[in-house]
């Protein structure tokens, strides 16, 4: 009797699970570990700085996560060109939202402390 071999695609998928439950266990852990000891106004400052770093860095994908996925199979020998253009455009928009970010009065309190 020929057992089946567990297929590619089980195999990443299991992956996957394997690193999402790990990297929130040790979410977990690091926060359990730090409001024991740090002080609760400062863990909520920096919660708020890695809240809004990262909503910077996911407004500055531009969707591009997609758009590749749809384009690049398709682009033939401008999948270099879409690929840098893409990168650039969404690199000066990190740029240019961390500047608006840290022009903002909220920013200033935080970073001054």
Same mark, same amino acid.
Request: proline fraction near 3%; include cysteine.
């Given at each position: 009797m $020929?057992?089946? /071999?567990? =297929?590619?695609?089980a195999k990443?998928? *299991?992956?996957?699970i394997l +690193?999402?439950?790990?990297?929130?266990?040790?979410?977990?852990?690091?926060?359990?570990?730090?409001?024991? $000891?740090?002080?609760?106004?400062? *863990?909520?400052r920096a !919660?708020a700085?890695?809240?809004?770093?990262?909503?910077?860095?996911?407004? +500055?994908?531009?969707g591009?996560?997609? !758009?590749?996925?749809?384009?690049?199979?398709?682009?033939g =020998?401008? !999948?270099?060109? $879409?690929?840098?253009?893409?990168?650039?455009?969404?690199?000066t928009?990190?740029?240019?939202g961390?500047?608006?970010y840290? =022009?903002? /009065?909220?920013s200033? *309190?935080v $970073?001054?402390d």
């Open positions: $020929l057992r089946h /071999p567990v =297929s590619f695609v990443n998928a *299991l992956a996957l +690193s999402s439950v790990g990297t929130a266990a040790l979410g977990f852990v690091f926060w359990a570990f730090a409001t024991r $000891l740090v002080r609760a106004e400062f *863990l909520g !919660t700085e890695i809240a809004a770093m990262s909503l910077v860095a996911n407004l +500055s994908q531009l591009f996560g997609s !758009t590749f996925e749809r384009f690049l199979p398709i682009a =020998s401008q !999948t270099r060109s $879409l690929v840098v253009k893409g990168y650039a455009l969404s690199c928009v990190a740029f240019v961390s500047l608006v840290l =022009s903002l /009065p909220a200033r *309190l $970073l001054l």
